[in-house]
């Protein structure tokens, strides 16, 4: 889950760091879904410093859950 306290600030911070991470390291050609260009816990500790912050929840009827 991803915290903060500015919904659509959110979308222009997420934006800009996948663009500077395009451009620090391009991928490969073809077509990749975001979780798949980058890592998912790295990506959202880059969004720490602007005032957002994340963690993993388990659904409750998961076996882990339980």
């Not at 991470?21 to 798949?36: C, E, F, H, S, Y």
């Not at 912050?53 to 859950?65: G, I, K, L, Q």
């Amino acid at each position: 889950m991803l915290q903060g306290h500015d919904i659509y600030g959110s979308t222009a911070v997420i934006a800009a760091e996948g663009v500077r991470r395009l451009l620090a390291q391009p991928p490969d050609p073809g077509v990749l879904t975001p979780a798949q260009a980058f890592d998912a816990a790295d990506f959202l500790d880059a969004l720490i410093p602007h005032v957002y912050s994340w963690n993993v929840e388990e659904p409750a009827d998961s076996p882990a859950a339980r």
